[in-house]
């Protein structure tokens, strides 16, 4: 069936560090790939989408590009700051029933 | 324009008991989603209405059940509740079907099953 694998947390890193947070998929057919982030005490929101092969989703300074032949959507950001601490969810959907496979989750931590 | 809001916030249960979640989408959505998020997992797919009707289901029992009114809020029952089902229940709403567009998740019901 199809999944969604994420890197284990938690990350901790300084701000301003280079961040990349792994994302690889199984699924048939074409899906849709996201990213959602939940902050402390809010629900979680969308943080960016890519909806086809070679696509980059991009927000916030954040971005990531649907893969296809690596079947991944890694998520990365150049400088960190302490306010994008936060649990980060990929998810794969399309096609899928009207549902979303969500990832574990990967929290990540800044540290002034 | 008023968010995904989500009622109560927190529950106690016990074993055997029934439970009802409540969910206020977001204006102008027509669609809600719930999901159940365990605590360090990833949310997973109960459910979808759409229209008032259900529109696809995951793998959960039919002990999970739910409603969707003319306004489009919505009611996760459970039914007959095991320690397992202790979790966060997150409704979500968007326009047309979740898995291709933005959805908007409320905060979220805690159910603690004793």
């Known amino acids: 069936g199809n999944s969604v694998t994420q890197m284990e947390g938690p990350v901790t890193l300084s701000e301003e560090a280079f961040l990349t947070i792994n994302c690889t998929y199984t699924?048939?057919?074409?899906?849709?790939l996201f990213w959602y982030v939940q902050y402390p005490g809010e629900g979680l929101q969308l943080l960016l989408k890519a909806t086809k092969a070679d696509d980059k989703g991009s927000n916030k300074g954040f971005e990531a590009t649907y893969r296809k032949e690596t079947t991944s959507f890694h998520l990365e950001k150049g400088s960190v700051q302490v306010s994008d601490s936060a649990v980060y969810f990929c998810a794969l959907g399309g096609n899928q029933g009207g549902k979303l496979i969500f990832g574990q989750g990967t929290e990540l931590s800044v540290k002034p | 324009e008023t968010g995904v809001t989500q009622s109560p916030t927190h529950l106690i249960k016990t074993r055997g008991q029934q439970v009802t979640l409540r969910c206020s989408s977001q204006?102008?959505?027509?669609?809600v989603s719930w999901y159940q998020q365990a605590l360090g997992q990833g949310p997973q797919f109960i459910f979808q209405y759409y229209r008032e009707e259900e529109n696809g289901r995951g793998n959960f029992p039919p002990r999970f059940s739910g409603l969707q009114f003319p306004n489009y809020s919505s009611e996760l029952n459970v039914n007959a509740l095991e320690l397992d089902d202790s979790a966060l229940y997150l409704c979500?709403?968007?326009?047309?079907?979740?898995?291709?567009?933005?959805?908007?998740f409320g905060e979220g019901s805690r159910l603690t099953v004793l």
């Open positions: 979500a709403s968007s326009t047309g079907l979740a898995d291709t567009g933005e959805l908007f």
């Open positions: 699924a048939t057919g074409y899906p849709s």
């Open positions: 204006s102008g959505h027509n669609t």
